[in-house]
């Protein structure tokens, strides 16, 4: 799944990884993948939020801070169609950026972040989400799990946001998942890539 940009390849995948995901069907289509990114990205990834300046990050009202991963090599690679093909047949349907987040964006959570209770983010205008969890030092003491639901909001799965992992999931009306509380010092960070099906 290389991409030829200016006179080199770029992937920021560990291809082998990629090629092996699977996609879970209940209680919705989902998948989690972990050692998804390669070292030379990670890196990159790494030095390429440290400077975003403080000014281009807004602040939701619950207290994460959120900014666009102005990384143009990435956005060409993950909005280019070979990739967006790779993520239609994952999810058995064609895709294309999203509308409403037409842009990667990372996502920081402060230390003691109280979490976000189950919800589905159907409100949002967007059909899959494909989150990165890119902080390093986590434990089970640090909380901040993925916690995808049944239907009527019971726990069906919890993901650890180990560092260099993926989870992606549908979002709709039934697709109801949660963040747990951070329970320590630990700052949780993600990078997203919101798509809409065709």
Same mark, same amino acid.
């Given at each position: 799944?290389?991409?030829? *940009?200016?006179?080199?390849?770029?992937?920021? #995948?560990?291809?082998?990884?990629? !090629?092996? &995901?699977?996609?879970?069907?209940?209680?919705?289509?989902?998948? +989690?993948?972990?050692?998804?990114?390669?070292?030379?990205?990670?890196?990159?990834?790494?030095?390429?939020?440290?400077? *975003?300046?403080?000014?281009?990050?807004?602040?939701?009202?619950?207290?994460?801070?959120?900014?666009?991963?102005?990384?143009?090599? +990435?956005?060409?690679?993950?909005?280019?169609?070979?990739?967006?093909?790779? *993520?239609?047949?994952? +999810?058995?349907?064609?895709?294309? =950026?999203?509308?409403?987040?037409?842009? =990667?964006?990372?996502?920081?959570?402060?230390?003691?972040?109280?979490?976000?209770?189950?919800?589905?983010?159907?409100?949002?205008?967007?059909?899959?989400?494909?989150? #990165?969890?890119?902080?390093?030092? /986590?434990?089970?003491?640090?909380?901040?799990?993925?916690?995808?639901?049944?239907?009527?909001?019971?726990?069906?799965?919890?993901?650890?946001?180990?560092?260099?992992?993926?989870?992606?999931? !549908?979002?709709?009306?039934?697709? /109801?998942?949660?963040?747990?509380?951070?329970?320590?010092? /630990? &700052?949780?960070?993600?990078?997203?890539?919101?798509?809409?099906?065709?």
């Amino acid at each position: 799944m290389p991409m030829e *940009i200016g006179k080199s390849m770029f992937t920021p #995948f560990n291809e082998a990884v990629f !090629e092996r &995901i699977e996609v879970r069907h209940s209680p919705f289509r989902h998948l +989690f993948s972990e050692n998804i990114l390669n070292h030379e990205f990670l890196l990159r990834l790494q030095a390429v939020i440290a400077a *975003i300046s403080d000014e281009h990050f807004g602040k939701h009202a619950s207290g994460y801070r959120f900014a666009h991963y102005p990384d143009e090599d +990435f956005i060409r690679f993950v909005y280019s169609q070979p990739f967006l093909q790779v *993520i239609g047949r994952l +999810f058995g349907r064609p895709v294309r =950026p999203s509308k409403q987040f037409f842009l =990667p964006q990372v996502y920081i959570f402060p230390e003691n972040y109280r979490g976000l209770p189950p919800h589905t983010d159907a409100s949002d205008k967007r059909d899959l989400a494909m989150i #990165f969890y890119i902080a390093q030092g /986590w434990d089970e003491r640090c909380g901040g799990e993925l916690r995808v639901l049944n239907s009527d909001k019971s726990p069906y799965q919890v993901f650890s946001p180990v560092y260099n992992s993926m989870s992606c999931m !549908e979002l709709f009306e039934k697709s /109801w998942h949660e963040v747990l509380p951070v329970k320590s010092s /630990w &700052i949780r960070k993600t990078l997203i890539i919101d798509f809409d099906y065709l």
